[in-house]
């Protein structure tokens, strides 16, 4: 039975002044479209504020307020997508993480957009800035956005992780692989399932016994594989979309996307479990930085 995966009715648009808002309006925009729903957009002025303390922007508040949405809005004309912008929020008082926590509690979204922020080598050893808040504490599905133009063969890439058997983890599998779906199908396109698997070890262990004798065990590949079966077998899938691959997600992953020149990859993230990943950041942020094409990281319910 397939999982109940919601549409992508009402998402979230999230821009900051000094950034280009045409990628992510775009890809808003054809979710809109295809899933006949709606977008707000949200602009964080914070930093033209603060930390410079420059207060004196304040005189020119409306001017600045008035320019942000006549940008926004002289892009979607262009697209004939203005009726599908609901709300456009304007935040300068508080951080971009604190302003948006506010407006997820008082408003219903399902989705939100961004493109990553462009820090620093050293700040990005310590995620603690806007986009490690999205990846790892706001319970939203996100869809980072990177800069490029879509090709008319839609590709989605499935990332699900096969060597956890955790109850949550194989419920996020599943929801990887029906919002996979509803995108491939909604949107038109083509549905690949990839799943990274450890290197073989070196030493090969044969089973015996007396009544059947010697008996290989299967390698740790063929394993995955048959796991894989279980997940997709609710799904109408030709063998050359179903992708087992030696190596870590941080590499494997982005390599294959690149591959198949896939427009987005779709990835789970459980909430941090340890010290170092609070820290140092995990797969999903690795992969957020990593990935060629757009990702959208799937949340635990």
């Known amino acids: 039975m397939n999982m109940e995966i919601n549409p992508f009715n009402h998402i979230l648009v999230v821009l900051q002044a000094n950034e280009d808002p045409s990628i992510p309006l775009a890809r808003a925009t054809r979710l809109c479209k295809a899933y006949t729903g709606k977008m707000s957009v949200f602009v964080s002025l914070h930093e033209l504020f603060y930390p410079k303390a420059n207060f004196n922007l304040a005189d020119n508040l409306q001017e600045i307020v008035d320019e942000q949405q006549d940008s926004i809005t002289k892009i979607l004309a262009k697209w004939d997508a203005t009726e599908y912008v609901e709300d456009i929020f304007l935040s300068w008082q508080q951080k971009p993480s604190k302003a948006i926590e506010k407006l997820l509690s008082q408003e219903t979204f399902n989705l939100v957009i961004k493109a990553p922020y462009l820090q620093s ?72 399932v990839i799943d990274c698997y450890d290197g073989e070890i070196g030493s090969l262990h044969i089973d015996f016994n007396k009544e059947r004798g010697f008996k290989r065990e299967a390698t740790l590949k063929q394993k995955h594989q048959e796991k894989l079966k279980l997940y997709i077998q609710e799904y109408s899938l030709a063998e050359d979309v179903l992708h087992s691959v030696e190596g870590i997600p941080d590499e494997a992953v982005p390599e294959k996307a690149a591959i198949l020149n896939a427009e987005v990859a779709v990835i789970g993230n459980n909430e941090d479990k340890h010290f170092f990943d609070k820290m140092f950041g995990d797969t999903a942020m690795a992969l957020t930085e990593a990935m060629p094409c757009d990702i959208l990281i799937l949340k635990p319910e």
């Open 121 to 192: 080598d050293f700040k990005r050893l310590f995620l603690s800035g806007l986009d490690h808040y999205f990846v790892a504490n706001c319970p939203l599905p996100i869809w980072m956005v990177k800069p490029r133009l879509w090709d008319k063969q839609f590709e989605v890439l499935a990332c699900v992780d096969i060597k956890d058997d955790d109850f949550d983890n194989h419920l996020l599998n599943r929801k990887i692989l029906g919002v996979s779906d509803s995108l491939a199908h909604t949107i038109g396109g083509q549905m690949h």
